[in-house]
């Protein structure tokens, strides 16, 4: 949450800043600002998207070879116009833009007041601004050091850039929980920071990942890393794999609509070349190093949250019935505060699209501290979890930029689905053909993606259309599809602000069903090798309530398709493979409700694509 820039080199940061903060507005649109140093520093600031600070900053003095930007999403104060940052020192020397929480920013705060600081926001980074401004002039120390002391006395979590009227040649900047990555120019002496590396790709494909509690100091055009022990590191430079059209809407409306038709290629992505068809062997690095531990299983716990922990349940299924190890799915939230039973024995599967969800870190330090082999599932490269569990894959689904999850659900699901076969595989438990059939399945994921994209589209706007005004929806699901139901109501509240449920088909008659009229939409996933006659008599349950159906079934299904509302057709595939294929539609439909209800369907209100706060 929150985005942060920064820029030092030879030429003008501004544009730099503007396009990094668009670029980054997925990570927070609350309020927006820049400062940039030319002599004095200049900020412009202002409550609400990075279009409206251009705005104000349009025709002004943009001058400044080094400078910051911010995109917020509110944690301590509400989002206006002063809460927004740089904030600035007591002199106003010192700005400073902040990603993170200072968790003790009151004790800091009510001292520092003691000693005549006189704060103008209500955040916790304007403490951090106004603390290192007073060590550095009682210690009669450096910026950098000054920075290091001040961090010494923070707790909390943080990814900072500082500026100092007073040091125009030099540029500080430190990480503790919250990204930053520096990407290393093409012109001697220039350097740009980002949250992620998307801002960054369009100038330079050469960057390195700054590691917790580590400082980056640029200084006279050099750029040097230390601890904040002061302990000197050397940074490791690498490639950007990602281009820059996977960051660009390229002719789509949103976003989201680019990510929902990427999934063919998103999903093969995911697969390719972890497993051969043919000698019906694996190519995941990870199995292999841990098949000694994978054998002696007694447990696996899946962590995650939000749509990441949908597609752990998913995996929960897949697991159970591929390799029969007994698995629980956990909110990383809760897990992580329940001092919950993790041994040696145990492997955590933590799931993550971003890499930086706050909770699933945190859960992962625990399970690690209590023994436990934590494996990362993860779609930002370079992220914090995969650079603190010990085995891991990516998903490789490319950048996910609209908030709402969409295609990274799909290669979260296709890679467990290669991890519970291969834990199989190891333990034993699949024959050859099982893995055989399931193989050839999966090679036909991708194109049979395709095919339903191309035939679901227009129906799913149709049915948009007849629905955008329900205030309520329910969705239905058993076995695989229960977590596929869960995930549809996810996309629909969040992007069209519709209240909406996701529930296991059979409990619908244990309370929902006293929800059903002839108003409510009830999306029910019966698709023919998932429990397809127990879920024709939920639908008929639901029809004698007069409530609406929309189902999702397969290809050429007749009967629920006479009894239904509506139908969406999908590819016939294993059941175990349904989730994939079934989530499609649920996504677009989401999309196109949305849409007509004039939402902003990538940047949805109140939500943030990496949540890097608890
Ligand atoms: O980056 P993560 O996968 O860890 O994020 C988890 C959730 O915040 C995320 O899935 C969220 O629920 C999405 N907005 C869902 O579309």
Not at 242 to 249: F, G, P, Q, V
Not at 341 to 363: M, N, R, W
Not at 464 to 471: F, G, L, P, Q, T
Request: hydrophobic share 40%; with cysteine; charged share 25%.
């Amino acid at each position: 949450m929150c985005g942060i820039v920064a820029y030092y080199g030879p030429n003008n940061a501004y544009e730099y800043l503007i396009k990094g903060l668009r670029r980054l507005e997925y990570r927070g649109y609350d309020s927006a600002g820049i400062a940039l140093l030319n002599g004095d520093l200049t900020i412009y600031k202002n409550q609400g998207k990075v279009s409206e600070l251009e705005a104000i900053a349009e025709g002004n003095n943009l001058e400044g070879k080094r400078g910051i930007g911010h995109t917020r999403w509110a944690t301590h104060g509400e989002p206006n116009t002063v809460n927004a940052h740089p904030h600035q020192s007591q002199s106003g020397n010192i700005a400073l833009i902040h990603n993170g929480i200072i968790e003790n920013y009151a004790t800091i705060k009510k001292v520092l007041m003691q000693r005549g600081h006189e704060f103008k926001s209500e955040t916790d980074t304007e403490v951090l601004t106004h603390l290192i401004e007073e060590i550095q002039v009682k210690e009669q120390v450096d910026l950098l050091e000054a920075v290091r002391l001040a961090l010494n006395e923070v707790v909390g979590a943080y990814a900072i850039v500082i500026l100092s009227k007073n040091d125009p040649n030099t540029l500080i900047a430190a990480r503790k929980g919250s990204p930053l990555v520096v990407g290393i120019g093409k012109e001697s002496g220039e350097f740009y920071l980002a949250s992620d590396a998307t801002p960054i790709i369009e100038y330079t494909n050469q960057v390195t990942y700054i590691d917790d509690n580590e400082i980056v100091a640029i200084q006279d055009g050099e750029m040097s890393v230390k601890t904040i022990d002061n302990v000197v590191k050397s940074p490791f430079i690498q490639e950007l794999q990602i281009s820059i059209d996977s960051i660009e809407k390229g002719g789509y409306d949103h976003f989201m609509l680019k990510e929902i038709f990427e999934q063919p290629k998103s999903i093969y992505d995911s697969m390719r070349g972890r497993f051969d068809a043919e000698n019906l062997t694996f190519s995941m690095r990870s199995l292999e190093e841990y098949a000694s531990k994978i054998k002696n299983l007694d447990r696996i716990i899946i962590i995650a949250c939000g749509t990441s922990w949908h597609a752990g349940l998913v995996g929960e299924y897949l697991i159970e019935e591929f390799s029969r190890i007994p698995v629980e799915v956990e909110y990383a939230s809760e897990f992580r505060y329940r001092n919950p039973i993790v041994t040696e024995d145990d492997l955590v599967i933590a799931i993550s699209q971003s890499g930086e969800t706050a909770d699933t870190l945190a859960a992962i330090e625990m399970a690690k501290d209590k023994g436990a082999t934590i494996y990362g599932i993860c779609n930002v490269v370079g992220s914090s979890i995969p650079r603190t569990t010990h085995a891991g894959a990516y998903t490789h689904a490319g950048p996910e930029i609209g908030v709402a999850s969409t295609k990274a659900f799909t290669a979260q699901v296709t890679v467990l689905t290669l991890l519970a076969l291969g834990i199989a595989e190891i333990r034993g438990k699949i024959t050859q053909d099982r893995l055989r059939t399931m193989f050839s399945e999966l090679n036909t994921i991708p194109q049979k993606v395709d095919n339903l994209l191309q035939s679901c589209n227009e129906k799913c706007k149709e049915i948009a259309a007849i629905y955008k005004n329900a205030s309520n929806c329910l969705y239905l699901g058993r076995g695989y599809n229960f977590p596929v139901a869960l995930e549809g109501a996810l996309k629909l509240k969040e992007i069209s602000y519709i209240h909406a449920e996701g529930y296991p088909a059979a409990e619908m008659k244990h309370g929902p069903i006293a929800l059903i009229d002839e108003e409510m939409p009830v999306i029910v996933i019966a698709t023919k090798r998932n429990y397809y006659e127990k879920v024709l008599s939920n639908i008929q349950e639901v029809k004698a309530r007069k409530g609406k159906i929309i189902a999702i079934v397969t290809e050429g299904d007749e009967k629920v398709a006479e009894i239904a509302d509506h139908y969406i057709e999908i590819p016939d595939t294993e059941d175990s493979l349904t989730p994939i294929l079934a989530t499609i539609p649920l996504q677009l439909l989401s999309y196109y409700i949305a849409v007509m209800r004039d939402c902003n369907v990538d940047q949805p209100r109140n939500l943030a694509k990496s949540v890097t706060v608890e």
